[in-house]
Structure formats: structure tokens, C-alpha cells
């Protein structure tokens, strides 16, 4: 392989296209306005009437470059005051073409949309989306070159849409309080508008974007001449009120199968200045946030979840950079627990050990300067966390698990020519006593030439963890350099990544192993332009290549590759597959030792039928071998949707994946490591159902039954040089598993005023874990029913305070 990778590297560079060039960019004169239009979705407002026009979109999927026929027009007048920037757009369409399902905020569905996109530092870097669909809900979101978009980060503005028998109109107010922007007298913006028709799947922009260019904010428009616009004072209290009832069946004396409590809290965000944001959470409270989706893991490492929780998701693209910051260490996946072994006395039992520890508090501060400097700064507190213990006489004490925990973060970001960026960002993990800190440092750059066709990014980082009980003082190192093609229908990439041996940014972040030296090399090829049966075809390769760094050895190669096609009938087709050489694998055995992992083969078809129909459907046949014994893998998966009316849709899930002959770790006999020859069989349904009663009001459901077993057939030892023997040793215990996961989602959602939400949240979880087998499934779904529940009850009315509305009451 060594001589492999650099003919290939040079094999990329000489594959050189010629360079995209942009399309001309559109600009728009900013218009003042005294008199501030009436939000109503009618445009027949005096003041709309000499405002300068958008028009001329020009469609980027599926036709890119087709302009927009004169009877599906698109019209968009801009105005502003000192308060707001004021939209409005008239989208013509034959009204029984227009597609307007009711969701809930943040949420698309089957729905015609019309959106902005403003870069108020013309940075044509970072910016902010605006999106209404034709049914009235709003979305909103950050966006930015390098972290793609953040639908989590939410503003209070305000919209309004009608129907008509020309098509639909709608009209948006973006308060000055959503934006951030320089104090200068004079200003442009960049600025682009999108149109979406969702049963043709037809997206057209005011400034072209052409999908062979890499970026969206890059190839926007611009609006020129505002003038003498200030930021106003950006303070808003968010205080909330909260109620839960909790009924687990404890049955156990002195512990409460019922318990409620009472909680209040406040959010605050305050504009320190024209730029710069503070965030900041007291008490908060996170009972309304969807269910993991709880997996059985026969991997060594870790999984990684979703974070449901908003402060945590809302305007954090600035520190995510990096991989460094993974949220859910704050309260929920903490990578820290005190071994109490030591602690725990002869006699006594664990009554309660909670694996969650409280959120005190967190705050942010972010923004961006006028010249392209981001600063970022985060702050979390979390409760100590206690087990409960009791001895055989009924008497309990209380032993500290994990400790009360500071997380930082700070992040500067520099934006540069060409949107390029540099970045510089430190976690830091304080532990109160004798827990070991934490703490790590990166270096980030991310270069694109004038074109923006050819890019190099990389990073720096470093870990150290402070001397403790626990760990030794240590410190890690990792660097990643990646340069490629990025626009044009050929593209490629090449990346290599290096982690020594005690490189750890867990305690912040989310990181499986280290130790390697890997090497990516993809290609794509994709045409955009539409045929006689299609409208878009993709394909890739992709060559991974792993080794050890220390002691060098050998880990894996991978080669990956596929095909996607989306045909004229808005169904889409794909075949993925790839390709697996026997390996070195150092960590399934839990203890450092070698692995000789199997090699094998994996081959999948993916069929999608168009989602714009009231019924749709769609899922994927997999088949995987592995050369070890033969193992064997089938996986099958199967969604569909329906949508009844506009306010009424329910969709099913279905996963089946049996294996057979699979292979991995499952025990410790003393200190040797033991691997069993095992099958499974994997099952997932999940229902979801919503029904909204406008697109502020909605109920929406989430029931997810999870079966997954390990049966044993063979037991074998793991030999010094990475080889299987049969299994010599005393009986082995306990080494199946039955894991079954039930959980109920019923949440009810009002957004009774701009930025204001009352929720009802009942959620049923129920889980189990067992050394016998139950092999049937509705057999395992009749016991994890019939089993103990949790059941609970919460409820929380958030209420937005605006400090601008209440000084303007004052003065009445």
C-alpha cells in the first residue's frame, strides 16, 4: 500500500477540470420605508408599491440553470426601516399545484416554501435563513460555509401567507433584534431568495446556484444601501414554570414509586453589542426532549446520540468546530464515575445510582466582529451526583459518584479571502476534589483558492489530562490535513489523520479510539443536468486505508463504492457497497490485545418512491458476509408514510436484521479474553403520528419498540497472535442477551405568542436486559409491555419577554 496511496494522490491532481464560473451577481437596492407594512400576507400595502423588484429565479434542482416561466413567476419586494427589514413575495402557481401540509415550527413537510437568506457582514460566509411555507410555518436557521446549516438556532420574527387563484403571496417582518450586523452608517448585505414547489421538487433561487459550486452564501445576491440602521438593545427574558409527575414501580421501602416536582427557570439573551449575543439557562428545564433511541452495543466503543436539548443545540455552530465539543457530557453521557468499589462496605447493596447528573446553569457568548473575528465562550455547571447504598439492617448512606463539574469552551474564528477561515479553540473540564481536569487545544484552518474550486483544511490538537487516583498525568496529539476538488461535477478528496496513544478529548467530546495513522481518498462524479429518464445521477469511491501508529501495524482496508439516481418520476435508486480486507484489531478484545479480524463484503439497494404523494414508501435489502465461519448478515428496512389531510399524517418504520456466524468479544476469563461465535436477530418498529390544529398548535406522537438478542453457539480463547482457539475453561455464565427498549412520545405544542409555548409531554420508557432468551418477537413485545413502566406526566409554559415591548407599554 505504500506505494499505492502516493500514485493515487498524484493520480487526483492530475485529473484537473477547468473551473466553474459564477453566475453574475444580482443586486437589489434597499428601500426606506416610514411607514412599516401591516404583516398580513395581503400586499396591498401603500408602501410595496414603488419597492425595487426581485424576479427572474433561476431553478437549481432539477433543471439548474432553467428560469422560471412566466406563469410560475416569483416577485419579491424588499423595504426596511429602523425597526425591521420587511419581505414580501408573490409566488404565482396554479392554486391546486401548491402543496401546503400544517407542521409544527422549525418543520417543512409536504409544503411550497419561500425563504431569504441575509449575510449581514457579506462575509459570504455565515448567515441566516428565513423560511415560510405556503401553509403558514415558520423556519429558521444559521448557515455558514464550513458548519452547513443549524435549523436548531431559532429568532422570534413574524410572517403571514395567503391563498389566492393566482397562487399564494406572504410577508415577513425580521426585527433588527434577530440580526446581528456592524454599526456602520452605510451597509451591504448579501442577499438571495428560494422557492420551493414541492410536488414537482423544483427549487429556484433569485441569484443563481449553480450545484456544482461548492457553498450557498457564496453565491448569493446583494442588497446595497442600507442606511443608518442601529441595533437596538437585544434583552429578552424567557422565564418557564414546570410541573412533573413521575410513577416508576420501585416497590422498594422508603423509595417513592410517585414522585412530583415543581420547577421554575429562566432564559436570558442579551446583546453585549452590535455583535455579540449572551445565552444564558438557570435551571433548566430539558423534560420535554425526545427519547434516545437506546440500541443494543456489542462494539467497544461508545454510542453517540442526538442532542434533543435546545439550549445545548441552539447557535453553537461556533463550537462544534473541531469535534470537540460533544453536548451531551453536560448532564447526560458524562465521561467521569468514581469507582466505589472501595467505598462500599461488606453487606450493603446499590439502591439508587443515577447516571444523569442536574444542569445548574450554562451560558454562551458568541458573535462576530465587522472584520470576520468569531469569539465564542461557553460555561456549564452540573450538580454532584450520588449513589444510594444500604446495608442488611435497612440503614442507607450516600457516596458521590461524580463530582460538581465546570465545562468551558472558547473559540476564536477568523474569517479570511476567498471563505476561507482559521480557528483557535480550548475545552477545559474542572472536576471539584480529587478528579482528574481536562483539557484540549486546537488549531483549525480551512483554505479555498479564488474559485472556490480547490480547497486545504486541517487541524492541530493536543489533550492533557492532570495527574489523579484515576489516570495518569498525560499528554495527546492529533493532526488531520485534507485538500481536494470541491465544485464541478468531478470532485475529490484526500485526507490523512493521525492520533498517538494518549490522545483524549472524551471528556468534552466525543471520541472512540486513538492510536492510528488513516488515509481517505474519495472521488465523486455527479451529473446535475437532466436526461431522458433522470435527473440527477451521483456516484463515489472511496479507499480507507488504517494503521496503527505505535507500535506500527497494519489495521484495515476498506474500499467503498456506489451509484444514486433520481428518475424523471421524482423516485430515486441507489446500490451502495463495499469491500473489507482481513485485519489487526485492537480494541474488540477490550484488553489491548490483537484481533485478526475477518474481511468481507456488504452490498445494499435503496428504492424511494416521491415523497411529495399522500402515499409514499421506500427502504433498502442488504446482504453482508464476513470470511470467518462463514457469518452471514441480512438486513431489510421498510418506511412508509401517510398523509390523510393537511393537518393528519402517520408513517411506519421497519427494520429486520438477522445474522448468523458473526463473531466478537463477550467476556473476561481472569484476565484472558474470551470471543464467542454467536446469531442475532435485530428488530425495530417505530410509529409516528402528528396532528396540527394550526401551524402554531400540534400533537405529536413517537412509539418505538427496539428487540435485539446474542445467542452463543461457541466460545473460543484469543491466542497472542490475534487467532481463535476453542474455548478451554470453566462454564461460562450469564453470556446472552435479550435487550428490549419500549418508549412512548405523546408531546402537545402551543406557541400561543411570538417566542411563548405551553407543552404537555407524557413519555412511557420501559427497558430490559437479560441473560435468558425470549426468541419470538411479539413474544418480547408481550413481555416488555407486561413489564414495569415509567410513566410520566410534565408540563411547561415558557413565556418570551421582549425588554423593547415593555418599555414601549411603560410609555403608554
Do not use: C
Amino acid at each position: 500500500m505504500k506505494s499505492l496511496l502516493p500514485g493515487l494522490f498524484l493520480l487526483f491532481f492530475s485529473l484537473n477540470l477547468a473551473a466553474q464560473t459564477p453566475a453574475a451577481e444580482r443586486k437589489i437596492n434597499a428601500m426606506r420605508t416610514n411607514t412599516s407594512p401591516k404583516i398580513d400576507g395581503l400586499l396591498d400595502d401603500e408602501v410595496w408599491k414603488d419597492a425595487p423588484i426581485a424576479t427572474g429565479f433561476i431553478e437549481n434542482n432539477p433543471n439548474p440553470g432553467r428560469v422560471e416561466s412566466a406563469d410560475r413567476s416569483t416577485e419579491v419586494k424588499v423595504l426596511y426601516d429602523d425597526n425591521a427589514i420587511y419581505i414580501s413575495a408573490r409566488m404565482k402557481a396554479k392554486p391546486d399545484s401548491i402543496a401546503h401540509e400544517l407542521v409544527s415550527r422549525d418543520q417543512i413537510g409536504n409544503a411550497d416554501f419561500f425563504g431569504v437568506f441575509l449575510d449581514t457582514y457579506l462575509d459570504r460566509i455565515n448567515g441566516n435563513g428565513f423560511i415560510v411555507t405556503a401553509a403558514g410555518s415558520q423556519f429558521d436557521a444559521k448557515y455558514s460555509q464550513v458548519g452547513g446549516e443549524d435549523e436548531n438556532w431559532n429568532a422570534v420574527w413574524e410572517s403571514e401567507v395567503k391563498l389566492d387563484d393566482q397562487g399564494w403571496t406572504v410577508e415577513l417582518k425580521i426585527p433588527y433584534s434577530a440580526l446581528r450586523f456592524s454599526s456602520k452608517d452605510l451597509q451591504n448585505w448579501g442577499i438571495n431568495f428560494i422557492r420551493k414547489r414541492a410536488m414537482e421538487n423544483s427549487q429556484t433561487f433569485w441569484n443563481p446556484v449553480d450545484p456544482k459550486v461548492n457553498g450557498l452564501l457564496n453565491q448569493s445576491g446583494t442588497m446595497v444601501g442600507l442606511q443608518n440602521i442601529k441595533a437596538p438593545l437585544r434583552l429578552s427574558f424567557s422565564p418557564y414554570v414546570s410541573a412533573l409527575i413521575n410513577h416508576y414501580p420501585n416497590n422498594v421501602p422508603g423509595i417513592k414509586n410517585t414522585t412530583t416536582s415543581f420547577n421554575g427557570g429562566m432564559d436570558v439573551k442579551y446583546g453585549i453589542s452590535n455583535s455579540f449575543t449572551l445565552d444564558m439557562t438557570l435551571i433548566p428545564d430539558f423534560g420535554q426532549v425526545q427519547s434516545d433511541n437506546r440500541i443494543l452495543n456489542l462494539t467497544p466503543f461508545e454510542v453517540k446520540f442526538n442532542e434533543n436539548r435546545s439550549f445545548f443545540t441552539e447557535g453553537t455552530e461556533l463550537f462544534n468546530k473541531g469535534d470537540l465539543f460533544y453536548s451531551r457530557r453536560i448532564g447526560v453521557s458524562p465521561t467521569y464515575s468514581k469507582d466505589l468499589s472501595d467505598q462500599i462496605q461488606e453487606g450493603e447493596t446499590v439502591i439508587r445510582s443515577p447516571l444523569e447528573s442536574k444542569v445548574i446553569n450554562a451560558t454562551k457568548v458568541s458573535g462576530r466582529t465587522a472584520k470576520g473575528l468569531g469569539i465564542g465562550i461557553f460555561n456549564a455547571v452540573t450538580n454532584s451526583m450520588n449513589t444510594i447504598v444500604e446495608d442488611a439492617q435497612g440503614n442507607r448512606r450516600e457516596i458521590e459518584s461524580q463530582p460538581l463539574t465546570n465545562y468551558n469552551v472558547f473559540v476564536l474564528d477568523q474569517n479570511l479571502k476567498n471563505n476561507s477561515a482559521v480557528s483557535l479553540i480550548n475545552t477545559n473540564v474542572l472536576r471539584q476534589g480529587s478528579a482528574y481536569d481536562a483539557n484540549v487545544t486546537a488549531m483549525l484552518f480551512n483554505l479555498n483558492d479564488k474559485k472556490n474550486e480547490y480547497y486545504v483544511n486541517g487541524a492541530g490538537k493536543m489533550s492533557y489530562l492532570t495527574a489523579n487516583p484515576d489516570k495518569d498525568q498525560r499528554t495527546g496529539y492529533y493532526y488531520e490535513v485534507e485538500t481536494g476538488k470541491q465544485s464541478g461535477n468531478f470532485t475529490w478528496s484526500y485526507r490523512q489523520r493521525m492520533a498517538d496513544r494518549v490522545f483524549d478529548p472524551s471528556d468534552m467530546g466525543f471520541f472512540t479510539n486513538n492510536n492510528f495513522l488513516d488515509q481517505n481518498g474519495t472521488i465523486h462524479y455527479n451529473i446535475y443536468k437532466p436526461g431522458k429518464w433522470y435527473y440527477k445521477i451521483a456516484t463515489f469511491m472511496s479507499l480507507n486505508y488504517s494503521r496503527r501508529y505505535k507500535p506500527a501495524a497494519y489495521q484495515n482496508l476498506t474500499v467503498e463504492t456506489g451509484p444514486y439516481v433520481q428518475f424523471k418520476n421524482l423516485w430515486s435508486a441507489e446500490i451502495y457497497a463495499n469491500w473489507t480486507a482481513k485485519g489487526n484489531d485492537f480494541y474488540e478484545s477490550r484488553n489491548g490485545g490483537l484481533y485478526k479480524s475477518p474481511g468481507g463484503f456488504t452490498i445494499q439497494t435503496y428504492l424511494n418512491s416521491n415523497r411529495a404523494k399522500a402515499y409514499n414508501a421506500g427502504g433498502y435489502l442488504g446482504y453482508s458476509n464476513r470470511t470467518m465461519f462463514n457469518g452471514k448478515m441480512y438486513d431489510l428496512y421498510f418506511y412508509q408514510n401517510f398523509r390523510l389531510s393537511d393537518r393528519l399524517s402517520f408513517g411506519t418504520d421497519f427494520s429486520y436484521s438477522p445474522s448468523y456466524d458473526f463473531v466478537s468479544w463477550v467476556t473476561f476469563n481472569g484476565s484472558q479474553s474470551v470471543f464467542s461465535r454467536y446469531d442475532r436477530n435485530t428488530i425495530e418498529n417505530a410509529v409516528d403520528a402528528k396532528y396540527n390544529f394550526t401551524n402554531k398548535m400540534g400533537i405529536n406522537l413517537r412509539a418505538r419498540h427496539y428487540w435485539s438478542d446474542r445467542r452463543n453457539r461457541a466460545f473460543y480463547n484469543l491466542q497472542a497472535n490475534g487467532s481463535l482457539a476453542a474455548y478451554e475453561g470453566p462454564a461460562l455464565q450469564n453470556t446472552d442477551r435479550n435487550y428490549n427498549v419500549f418508549n412512548i412520545d405523546l408531546i402537545y405544542t402551543w406557541q400561543f405568542a411570538p417566542g411563548s409555548e405551553l407543552s404537555v409531554t407524557y413519555k412511557n420508557l420501559s427497558e430490559t436486559n437479560d441473560s435468558y432468551l425470549t426468541k419470538r418477537y411479539f413474544r418480547n413485545l408481550d413481555y416488555i409491555l407486561s413489564g414495569p413502566q415509567n410513566n410520566s406526566l410534565s408540563i411547561k409554559m415558557l413565556y418570551y419577554i421582549d425588554y423593547l415591548d415593555l418599555r414601549k407599554h411603560k410609555r403608554k
